[in-house]
């Protein structure tokens, strides 16, 4: 996303807008808190995330429940955004978009690939979680050949990061082009 961001695209983080409600807003805390007990909330009062994760992430009917109660925030936000950005070109970046009501906003769906293992990999490594954590998240979503089938661009990140640049760089030029027409 940050590619696009620099190409001059006005770039939208749905994990970043649900990072923002579990952190401040209190109806939200409190229908999370609600159905997930006490055990969620840190020491500082806040939700812990992690906590939260694991339990998501390992029971489908708890994330269909927490879906149930982000989604509709995460999208009035991202509608927000979207109505009040002055660029030509918005990009969402959501992990569930294919899945929820923010695909309809959408007229291109681009879909980032590369293998499991190096899935795994980046989520070890990038974000800190253990072996088991990252393959509950991996394999909590569908399977990547459903996200690339209904793709209108898919851009292979298994490479090296110079190789993905020109991916994005022709799909960016493509996309222009479009706009243009």
Do not use: Y
């Amino acid at each position: 996303m940050a590619m696009l961001g620099q190409r001059g695209a006005f770039t939208i983080d749905a994990d970043e807008l649900v990072h923002g409600l579990l952190d401040a807003d209190t109806a939200v805390q409190s229908q999370i808190a609600a159905r997930f007990g006490p055990e969620i909330w840190s020491r500082e009062g806040k939700i812990d995330r992690g906590k939260l994760g694991a339990i998501a992430f390992q029971d489908p009917a708890a994330m269909r429940d927490l879906e149930a109660i982000l989604h509709p925030c995460v999208g009035a936000r991202v509608e927000e955004l979207i109505r009040n950005s002055t660029s030509p070109v918005v990009v969402v970046e959501a992990i569930k978009l294919l899945e929820s009501d923010l695909r309809r906003l959408c007229r291109a769906i681009w879909v980032t690939t590369c293998s499991e293992e190096q899935q795994v990999s980046r989520l070890v490594q990038g974000r800190g979680l253990e072996l088991d954590g990252a393959l509950a998240r991996i394999r909590s979503q569908p399977p990547q050949a459903d996200k690339i089938a209904q793709a209108d661009r898919v851009i292979d990140t298994s490479g090296s990061l110079g190789q993905t640049e020109e991916q994005v760089e022709q799909a960016w030029r493509g996309l222009l082009e479009l706009e243009a027409a």
